[in-house]
């Protein structure tokens, strides 16, 4: 049984056991992974592979060895920085079904498109999709801002086509199809985003049965939707919420509400800040998660996991590996300083200027090469009166083996005048007095 299937209350946080107690798990999970193993390509067992790409380099070129290297059983996965920088992959641009991984591309277009407080009405063809929902009735009447909640906390395909049908209608007033309106649009945002190995046919990730057909993605796809997705403050509360109420009105004109829990286990533990999950038999058991410690930002995804605690012990892995393996460099302010000197001034009313540090560069490195990390600082040669303060003079740079990781500007700390004709004498004039005196 997919996920998908799993009533919301079933899956709750509270009745998850933790990675600590997965002993106690094991059977079902042994038995998710003999449902899904026709349908998921998978490596047998957890594996060490010196081919999996490190920051753009496969591990053996770089001359990492196995024991610095995540040790995970997925044949697709993916960290990334908050910047896009790939940290490590594997299989990261294989294209494959990602499930209702799908739904982070449904609520980019959402918040894109719509105002939180516009209300929606759930169609017969939302309230009959089935699967994982949210309990939406036909005729319900809720808010959109209710509605991503309902899509993105416990994955609800209802949620899904009421909101596809909605903002497919706002994009295009005049379409019969708006939910296929919608899709095209999911398809062109995710090019947009620079996602060339997606194709989306729905907007909840559903593909078997009557949804059945060729959408994929890829991890590293998934990795830019997400980033995409945490850019939105809305978006960013839904999916840090373990779980959520929504209001709505019946076609009767009744308020009630419903309860709703996440499936990401991972919410809350270690500095993670929110994710999507995913499942089919085709796609295996998914995740794409969000974590942030010590200032740095981390997306993790894993894709075609066996079962689901796979899923989340991989994922757990994977932001570890980051998290220990790479750092943000970044150079003392003393250090910069030290390297400073007046840069000279042809025609001003003062001879030179001092550069001031605004921003200091930084940059995520591998641990390793921390101490390969040069600080580089380059000024003009000369200015040109006037110059104002502000003015670009120079670049502060961190440097690795002649690469430039990072650079940011040095500026004139001051307003140097040009020197006019009555102020050169007047300086001339003093200046022999001075003499004289």
């Keep these: 049984m997919p996920e998908e299937t799993i009533p919301s209350k079933a899956k709750s946080?509270?009745?998850?056991?933790?990675?600590?107690?997965?002993?106690?798990q094991l059977a079902a999970g042994f038995?998710?992974?003999?449902?899904?193993?026709?349908?998921?390509?998978?490596?047998?067992?957890?594996?060490v592979l010196t081919t999996d790409d490190v920051c753009g380099k496969t591990a053996d070129v770089r001359g990492i060895t196995t024991e610095n290297l995540p040790d995970i059983e997925a044949t697709n996965a993916l960290v990334m920085g908050k910047d896009g920088t790939v940290y490590y992959g594997r299989g990261a641009d294989e294209q494959v079904k990602i499930a209702s991984i799908t739904k982070v591309m449904t609520?980019?277009?959402?918040?894109?498109?719509?105002?939180?407080?516009?209300?929606?009405?759930?169609?017969?063809?939302?309230?009959?999709?089935?699967?994982?929902?949210?309990?939406?009735?036909?005729?319900?009447?809720?808010?959109v801002e209710q509605a991503?909640?309902?899509?993105?906390?416990?994955?609800?395909?209802?949620?899904?086509?009421?909101?596809?049908?909605?903002?497919?209608?706002?994009?295009?007033?005049?379409?019969?199809?708006?939910?296929?309106?919608?899709?095209?649009?999911?398809?062109?945002r995710a090019k947009k985003l620079g996602c060339t190995g997606t194709l989306f046919e729905?907007?909840?990730?559903?593909?078997?049965?009557?949804?059945?057909?060729?959408?994929?993605?890829?991890?590293?796809?998934?990795?830019?939707?997400?980033?995409?997705?945490?850019?939105?403050?809305?978006?960013?509360?839904v999916v840090a919420s373990e779980d959520s109420w929504i209001e709505v009105t019946g076609a009767d004109g009744t308020d009630h509400s419903h309860s709703m829990d996440t499936h990401n286990v991972l919410l809350g533990q270690d500095g993670n800040i929110g994710g999507k999950t995913g499942t089919t038999d085709d796609a295996g058991c998914c995740v794409c998660a969000v974590a942030e410690r010590d200032g740095?930002?981390?997306?993790?995804?894993?894709?075609?996991a066996p079962d689901s605690d796979t899923r989340f012990e991989?994922?757990?892995?994977?932001?570890?590996?980051?998290?220990?393996?790479?750092?943000?460099?970044?150079?003392?302010?003393?250090?910069?300083?030290?390297?400073?000197?007046?840069?000279?001034?042809?025609?001003g009313a003062?001879?030179?200027?001092?550069?001031?540090?605004?921003?200091?560069?930084?940059?995520?490195?591998?641990r390793d090469e921390a101490e390969e990390i040069e600080v580089a600082v380059e000024l003009v040669p000369e200015l040109q009166a006037p110059v104002l303060q502000g003015d670009s003079i120079g670049t502060v740079s961190l440097i690795r083996q002649g690469e430039t990781l990072s650079q940011e500007p040095l500026t004139a700390s001051q307003t140097v005048e040009r020197m006019t004709f009555a102020k050169s004498l007047k300086a001339l004039l003093r200046g022999l007095a001075q003499v004289q005196g």
Aim: net charge negative; charged share 20%.
């Design 350 to 366: 003062q001879t030179e200027v001092l550069p001031q540090v605004g921003e200091l560069p930084k940059a995520v490195v591998r």
């Design 148 to 188: 991503l909640r309902g899509l993105m906390t416990p994955s609800g395909n209802d949620a899904a086509i009421v909101l596809a049908e909605y903002v497919g209608k706002k994009i295009d007033p005049k379409t019969k199809d708006a939910e296929a309106t919608f899709v095209k649009a999911m398809n062109e």
């Design 31 to 47: 038995a998710c992974a003999i449902a899904l193993t026709a349908g998921v390509p998978t490596v047998a067992g957890a594996q």
């Design 296 to 304: 740095m930002t981390l997306i993790a995804v894993i894709l075609g």
């Design 107 to 143: 609520a980019i277009l959402t918040v894109e498109n719509c105002k939180m407080d516009e209300k929606v009405t759930v169609s017969n063809a939302a309230a009959t999709v089935g699967n994982s929902t949210a309990g939406l009735l036909e005729g319900d009447e809720l808010t």
């Design 202 to 237: 729905n907007p909840h990730g559903l593909d078997f049965d009557e949804w059945a057909g060729d959408m994929h993605s890829t991890a590293h796809d998934v990795a830019l939707m997400m980033q995409e997705a945490m850019k939105n403050d809305t978006i960013r509360e």
């Design 13 to 24: 946080v509270k009745s998850l056991t933790s990675f600590a107690k997965r002993s106690a």
């Design 314 to 347: 991989e994922t757990k892995q994977l932001l570890d590996y980051g998290f220990s393996s790479f750092m943000i460099y970044q150079p003392q302010q003393e250090e910069v300083q030290a390297q400073l000197t007046p840069v000279p001034v042809v025609c």
